[in-house]
C-alpha cells in the first residue's frame, strides 16, 4: 500500500553472542544509562541489554516525569543534583529532544509541622547548593495562580518548597535517546529477550581468602545468564529490573530487602495551559503537572498493599480525584482518561541499593528505586558503570550499597522522596 | 460494600435475556445499563461514534431516560420479572484477584452515573456489552456528521435525537441496509449506500426494497472525501474503484449529504473482559479481539459469562436478535447453574429448548473486507488523513512514527525512525507505537482509531493484522469527570473539622 524509504535504524537487531562483558538486566532508563556511560566513558561495548517486552515498557514510561533535585539527606541531595545536572545537559548529549521543561516545582505545606519540615529540607538544599527556598503565599499565589488559596480547602496551603530547577521532561524519549546512543557504539539492545537464570561458579577461588564470609550473597563468581534466546556467557550482570528486582535477584541468591508496591497515576483529557509549575502536596498525596499537550498529570501515593499489578484502583482514583479538586476546584468537569500503574522496588529506607554485591563477584545492583528512580536514571547509570568498570566505589553512591541495611547505616530518604515526586 | 448475586451489564437483546431468564429461575438479578448517555459524553464519541448531529434533548435527563425505557420493551418485561435495573450507569472498571494482586475482598466492578462513583461486588458477572461502531477516516471526517451505524441506531430509536437529513452510508452488509431502513423510517433522506466491494452482500430483499424506495446503491464505490463547513458535512465526493481498490480517476460525483455513516463493521466492546484478564483471541470473522467462551458462554474467568455482540458480531446477528438472547439465556442458565438457583437436570433441558432455537449461519472472516475499505479510503483520500481525531496524528504520522505534532518539534533522528525500522527491533507492538505517537491516548480513549491503527500497522509491516499484539485497555473505561470520582461518603462535618486529623489529640485536648 505504502512505500517508505527509511534508513537509518534508531536501534539495530542482533542475534545474541555467546558472550558478552556486561550483560545489564532491564533496559529502562537504569539499565540503558549503565550501558550508555559503560561506553561513553569507559569504552565498555561488548555490552548486552535485555528486556522482556519492549523498550521502556515498565515504569520509564509510566512515571510521571518529574525531575528534581530538592530532597532531604546530606547524602540524596548530592545524588540527586548531580542527576538533575547531567539530565540538563542530557538532549544536547544525545542530540536528541528531551523537552525537558524546568518550570519549577513547588512541594505544598498545609500544616505547622509540614512547614517546619520544608525550612529543613530547604535549609539542607542551600547548604549543598540546590536552589531551593520556603516561599508563602503571596509569592506561591503569583507563581501559580490558579492554585486556591482561599479559606475553602480542608487543608490551607500554608506555605512551599519553590524548587527552581526541577520540572517535567519526555520520558519516553529519555528511553529512546539513551538506547540509540548505546547502539551507536555497538552496545546491543536485546528486547524481548527475558533473562530465565543466572549461573553461578560456586568454587571460584576469591581475591581474598582471609575474607569473612558474606552474608548478603552466596559466595561466588557469576558465569551466565539463561535468556529465552539462548544462554550468553559474562562475568558482570547487572539487575537494573526495578518492580522485578527482587525476582531476577532470586536467580543469583541475592535476597534483597525490597518489597514490590504499585504507584498509581492518571491523566485528564487536554485542558488549556493554566499551570507551568509542577504541584506537590505530601500532606495530600497528589502531585499535578500539565504537560506540553495540555493534559494534568496526576500521581498519588504508592498502593498499601504489595502487588505487581498494574491496573488502576478506585480508592486511589478517589484520592487522586479529591486532592486535586481541593487544590484546583475549577477542574471539576474535567475528565480522567486513563488510570495506571507501575511497580515500584520500595526498601524500607526509600533510598535505592546501588553497587556490586559482597561475596558474589560480578554482581551489580541498581534496584530499590521506589517511587523516584526515573529522575536519577543518568547519575545511577553513570556511577554505576564506573563501579563496573573500576572495581572502585565513587564516593556519591557508597552510601546506597546493600550492605548498609546490616550495618545499621541507613539512608533515611522518607520526609522527600515519599509522595513528592 | 454492597455483593450482588448476579450482575449483568449491558440492557441490550442479550443482556435483558440474560436478566430475565435467571430472574425467573429465582436468582436476585442487577442489571446495568449506561444509557442515557450523557451529551458531555456523546460528544466525546463515548463509548459509539455518535458525530456531534444530536439533539438539544439530550441534555433533559429526565426525558432521555423515559425514552431509554420506553424504547425498550423487554426493560419493562425485566422489572416485571424482578430484575433490579439501573439505567445511567456506567461500569468503568472491572477488578478481581490474580497472579498479581491478591487482596481483594472478591471480584468487583467500578460503577458510576452522573453524580457519583462506588464499587460492587458480584458472584456472577454477565458481560453483554455490545460492539462499537468501526471507523476508518477519510478527507473530512474530522467535520460534524461523521458517525457510525451503532451510533446512529442509538440516536435514532434510543433516544429519537438524531438530526441528519441526507445521509451516505458505507457498507451494503445487514448493518448498512437496516441502519438505511431506520433512517428512511424516520424521514431521513439516504441518498446512497456505498460499498467498496462489487456487490452488495447484505440481504437481497432488503436491499431491493430499499432500491424500490429510491436508494441508490454504490457498488466498486469508495470515500474520496467529505466537503463542508463549522456546520459539518454538506458534501461528500464519491469515486469507482477498479479490482485493486484504486480510484478510476474522472469518476468522482460529488452528492449533497450532511452525514456519513460508517456500517463496515461493529467492534465487540471487550474493554471490561480485557480487564478481568479473560482469555482473548483474534477471529477474524467475529470482529477481531474477542473473548474465548465455552458452548454455555463461560468465559477462562471463573464465574464470568459473555452474551451477545462482545463475546463476537458477525453480520448475520444483526437480521437474527434470536441469536444474541439465546447466548444470553445460555448464559444466564450457566450463571443460574452455578449459583445453585437450577439444578443440573433442569438446567440441561431448558439448555437443550434454546440450543433448539439457536441457529447461527458460518460467519465469513472480515478482515479482507476491511482491508479493502481501508486500502480504498487511503487510495482515494491519501496518508496526510488523520488516522486519530483526538490526537491528531495522520496516517502518514502513524506509519512514520513521528513524534505528536503538537510538540511542533521535528528532529533528524525521529524522521529516521519509521515502522519498517522498528520491525526490525521486534515485532510491532502497538504499545510503543501508541507511546510514539500518541495515536489512541485522547478523549475517545482509542475507540475511532485502534482498528484503522492495527489495520495500517499490518499493511505496512507486511504481516498478518492477527499478529498485530492486543493493544491493552485501562480503567477507568469511560472518561469520568474528576467531581464523578470523588467519594461522596464524606459528611459535611467530616469535611469541616479535617484539618484536625493532622493536629495530635493531645493538643486538642489541651
Known sequence: ?421 | METKSLVVVGAGVAGTAAAIEAARSGVQVTLIDENPISASMMGLDVPLYYGNRFAHSLEDRDLMLQRVFTSNPALHEAESAGVDVQLGTCVWGAFRNTETSRKLDGPQLGLADDKQSWVIKYDRLIVAAGARDLNFSFAGSDLAGTMGANGAHALLSRYQALTSRRMVILGAGNLGLTTARLALNNGIDVVAIVDVSSSAYGDESLMHELQQDGVDLYTSHTLKEAIGSADGIESVVLVTVNEDNEPVSGTEKTIAADTVCLAIGLVPNIELLSLLDCKINFKSELGGYVPDHDEWMRTSVENVFVAGDVAGFHDGMVLNPEIARNQGCLASIAAAESLGAMDSAQAHARRSEIQAEAGAAAPAEVHTYWKNWLQSLVNAGGLDVFACECEEVTRAELIDLQPPRYLEWRSEQMSSRSLRTQLQDGPVDPGQVRRLTRVGMGECQGRRCREQASLLLAAESGTDVAKVPFMSYRPPVRPLPLSIMWPHDETEEMRENWVKWFIPVSRVLG
Not at chain 1, 35 to 40: D, T, V
Open chain 1, 1 to 421: 500500500m505504502i512505500q517508505l524509504f527509511r534508513k537509518e535504524r534508531m536501534w539495530r537487531t542482533h542475534e545474541l553472542k555467546r558472550s558478552y562483558d556486561v550483560v545489564i538486566i532491564g533496559a529502562g532508563v537504569h539499565g540503558l544509562a549503565t550501558a550508555y556511560y559503560l561506553g561513553k566513558d569507559h569504552g565498555i561495548t561488548n555490552v548486552a541489554v535485555l528486556e522482556k517486552n519492549y523498550l521502556g515498557a515498565g515504569n520509564s514510561g509510566r512515571n510521571t516525569a518529574i525531575i528534581r533535585a530538592n530532597y532531604r539527606t546530606p547524602e540524596g541531595v548530592p545524588f540527586f543534583a548531580r542527576s538533575l545536572e547531567l539530565y540538563e545537559d542530557l538532549s544536547r548529549e544525545l542530540e536528541w529532544n528531551l523537552l525537558f521543561n524546568q518550570c519549577g516545582h513547588l512541594t505544598l505545606a498545609h500544616t505547622d509541622s509540614s512547614v517546619d519540615g520544608l525550612r529543613v529540607r530547604a535549609e539542607t538544599n542551600q547548604i549543598m547548593g540546590v536552589d531551593s527556598r520556603v516561599i508563602y503565599p503571596e509569592e506561591i499565589q503569583k507563581l501559580v495562580p490558579a492554585l486556591d488559596m482561599s479559606d475553602r480547602p480542608r487543608l490551607p496551603v500554608m506555605a512551599a518548597l519553590y524548587h527552581p530547577p526541577g520540572g517535567i521532561i519526555r520520558h519516553d524519549a529519555v528511553v529512546w535517546g539513551y538506547a540509540r546512543a548505546c547502539d551507536r557504539m555497538g552496545i546491543e539492545i536485546h528486547p524481548y529477550t527475558e533473562a530465565t537464570a543466572i549461573s553461578i561458579d560456586s568454587s571460584a577461588s576469591r581475591n581474598n581468602a582471609n575474607r569473612a564470609p558474606s552474608i548478603d550473597a552466596p559466595e561466588g563468581k557469576i558465569t551466565g545468564v539463561e535468556t529465552t534466546g539462548g544462554s550468553v556467557a559474562t562475568e558482570t550482570v547487572v539487575n537494573c529490573a526495578a518492580g522485578w528486582a527482587t525476582t531476577v535477584s532470586r536467580m543469583a541468591g541475592v535476597a534483597l530487602p525490597i518489597v514490590t508496591q504499585p504507584l498509581q497515576a492518571c491523566v485528564s483529557e487536554p485542558l488549556k495551559p493554566f499551570l507551568n509549575k509542577v504541584i506537590v502536596s505530601a500532606n495530600l498525596h497528589v502531585y499535578i503537572s500539565q504537560t506540553d499537550r495540555g493534559d494534568c498529570v496526576m500521581g498519588a501515593e504508592v498502593d498499601p498493599l504489595q502487588s505487581y499489578s498494574m491496573l488502576g484502583t478506585l480508592p486511589t482514583l478517589e484520592q487522586m480525584a479529591t486532592y486535586t479538586l481541593e487544590l484546583f476546584p475549577q477542574l471539576h468537569n474535567v475528565s480522567v482518561l486513563r488510570q495506571w500503574a507501575g511497580i515500584c522496588d520500595m526498601t524500607p529506607d526509600f533510598s535505592p541499593i546501588i553497587g556490586a554485591v559482597d561475596g558474589l563477584e560480578g554482581y551489580h545492583l541498581d534496584v530499590g528505586w521506589g517511587t523516584y528512580g526515573f529522575k536519577a536514571g543518568p547519575v545511577a547509570g553513570k556511577y554505576l558503570a564506573e563501579r563496573i568498570a573500576t572495581g572502585e566505589t565513587p564516593e556519591l553512591i557508597e552510601p546506597f550499597r546493600l550492605s548498609r541495611f546490616r550495618e545499621e547505616a541507613l539512608v533515611g530518604e522518607k520526609a522527600a522522596a515519599a509522595v513528592s515526586h
